[in-house]
């Protein structure tokens, strides 16, 4: 039985954004980032209490999220914390940190927010809006293929360190941060070439329905096809003629690429990682991981901590006759006693 829910009817959520909704994407960006200069927006990151830990009603991203609050206000639980976003507030989720989200409308107001995503080499922008009492969902959405996707995710992974440090120019390096990111933001709206939105209907839908869920070990053809409401063989052959890639495949790769971040960030156990990755069965999930990256788990995580160890013992000043390890020292006459009257 499928665990995903339905996908509304009316009105058609999950679409592709049109030329107005990318205006009024870049309108609110361009708002938030004039803010941030005048000291006025407010950066919400809660802490990171709970990473990656399957909870009831909560759930988590592999890479961090980030909200603004346009209208309404949305409730996030956390496992150890709530936070309230208001209006012209903006929040960044941490990596693997479990959350859940209730909205509430204003009386003349409903319910808005803007919403980035980060998924490998891809980004996700969508509007998201109150589907059903309190749930959010997302409206229209937009994804964008990135050569620099490490550069913007690190934008977003440095908003949340900047905010938990407490140093003497923080809210300098914080705000500095965040406009840079917005910014970031804001041109790839106005850039937009629609790579990726050629896709249509339920190739569409499939693509971000796996991109949300691949967490979730119900997830598969037979319950994709259920949400979209057609035949689990129909769907494939449609998957498979318009992207060359079986939809068993591509729902494995997602998965793969979530898990191959885990095994490089985080201490969880294989198994954890399998689990987390929508895997129930860790044996299978090593199968899988073997396929898609010619070797095990353990070999990969292996391979990575000894490719990282050998960066760290690489040389610090490279000279013509010598190399120095050491991390330098004062140059003679700075500030040092250099024995003159």
């Known amino acids: 039985m499928s665990t995903l829910p339905p996908i509304p009817v009316q009105p058609p959520f999950g679409q592709p954004t ?36 399957r909870l009831p009603g ?62 490998s080499n891809t980004l996700s922008l969508h509007l998201a809006a109150e589907v059903a009492p309190q749930r959010p969902d ?19 992974q440095s908003v949340i360190s900047a905010h938990r440090r407490q140093a003497p120019a923080r809210d300098h390096v914080l705000r500095g941060l965040v406009i840079a990111l917005l910014g970031m933001f804001e041109s790839l709206v106005s850039t937009t070439t629609d790579r990726l939105n ?10 971000w329905i796996v991109r949300e869920q691949f967490s979730n070990t119900n997830l598969s053809v037979k319950t994709i096809a259920e949400r979209l409401q057609c035949s689990p063989d129909y769907l494939s052959h449609l998957f498979h003629s318009a992207t060359g890639e ?29 689990f987390a990755s929508g895997f129930d069965d860790a044996g299978y999930f090593a199968r899988v991981f073997k396929k898609h990256c010619g070797e095990s788990p353990a070999d990969f995580r292996a391979r ?35 024995g003159g009257d």
């Open 18 to 53: 049109r030329a107005n909704d990318r205006a009024e994407m870049r309108d609110v960006l361009e708002d938030a980032i004039q803010r941030a200069g005048r000291k006025q927006l407010r950066v919400r990151v809660p802490g990171d209490e709970g990473l990656m830990q």
């Open 58 to 119: 909560l759930h988590f991203h592999f890479k961090p999220e980030v909200f603004l609050q346009m209208q309404g206000r949305t409730e996030f639980r956390f496992p150890k914390e709530t936070l309230d976003l208001r209006p012209g507030d903006l929040c960044v989720i941490p990596s693997g940190l479990p959350h859940g989200e209730t909205v509430y409308s204003a009386p003349d107001r409903p319910f808005r927010n803007l919403v980035a995503g980060f998924y």
């Open 138 to 156: 997302i409206e229209v959405i937009e994804f964008f293929d990135l050569a620099n996707a490490q550069e913007v995710e690190g934008l977003a």
């Open 198 to 207: 050629t896709d249509v209907g339920k190739v569409f839908h499939v693509k």
């Open 246 to 274: 079986k939809l068993i495949q591509y729902i494995h790769r997602i998965r793969i690429e979530g898990a191959r971040l885990a095994l490089e960030s985080t201490p969880l156990h294989i198994s954890e990682i399998a």
């Open 304 to 338: 990575f901590d000894a490719r990282r160890g050998q960066g760290e013992n690489r040389p610090k000043t490279i000279y013509y006759d010598r190399v120095d390890y050491s991390p330098g020292a004062p140059a003679p006459g700075n500030g040092e006693d250099d």
